[in-house]
């Protein structure tokens, strides 16, 4: 990113390009407290139930642990830290190369309209072809129609393939009575 540096709480932060004044920063240990707040903000707009309030901690933790993804967290002066984004590489068949899939992307209440959503989806994009993958997949419900609009004006295109998901949380991880009668 073509930006001014700044010092952010994870290390080296960069002004976004675009001028909204947004500070950028990729996420590490140091970070997991503001960026499990901002997840959890995430699964509170969809509507997802935690029954353990430290699993999106340990969730984020893990993930960069593994390096199974990386995070990054904008900051708007005056706001603070109010969005964040988290990407995971994959494999893409169809193209044979390495592809990304932007699992989330979550600007708090207080940080909306500032350009926090646009700087970290284009420093998304930005890092993905530096980084030569093969393009950047997403998903956002069907009534997210401010989040649509932001990732088609970014470049996106909606996709004829339709996504399928078998949800596998509610199978029973015990046996049956039946099997153990066997």
């Known amino acids: 990113m073509n930006g001014q540096s700044t010092q952010g709480g994870a290390g080296v932060a960069q002004v976004a390009p675009d001028g909204s004044g947004v500070v ?48 990054l967290l904008a900051e708007v002066p005056g706001a603070g830290t109010v969005g964040f984004t988290q990407v995971y590489p994959m494999h893409s068949s169809l193209s044979m190369r390495t592809a990304w899939l932007l699992g ?27 980084a030569g993958v093969a393009g950047v997949q997403l998903e956002t419900a069907y009534d997210n129609h401010i989040a649509q609009g932001l990732y088609e004006a970014e470049g996106f295109v909606r996709e004829e393939f339709h996504a399928y998901f078998h949800d596998l949380s509610e199978v029973s991880a015990k046996p049956s009575k039946s099997s153990q009668e066997g």
Do not use: C, K, M, N
Request: glycine share 8%; proline share 4%.
């Open 104 to 130: 989330d992307l979550y600007v708090a209440p207080a940080g909306r309209r500032t350009g926090a959503g646009r700087a970290l989806l284009r420093e998304v994009l930005r890092r993905a072809r530096e």
């Open 24 to 71: 950028l920063r990729q996420a590490d240990e140091a970070d997991l407290d503001i960026a499990a707040e901002l997840f959890r903000g995430y699964l509170d707009f969809y509507e997802v139930e935690v029954e353990d309030p430290q699993r999106p901690r340990a969730f984020l933790a893990e993930r960069l642990a593994g390096g199974d993804s990386f995070v």
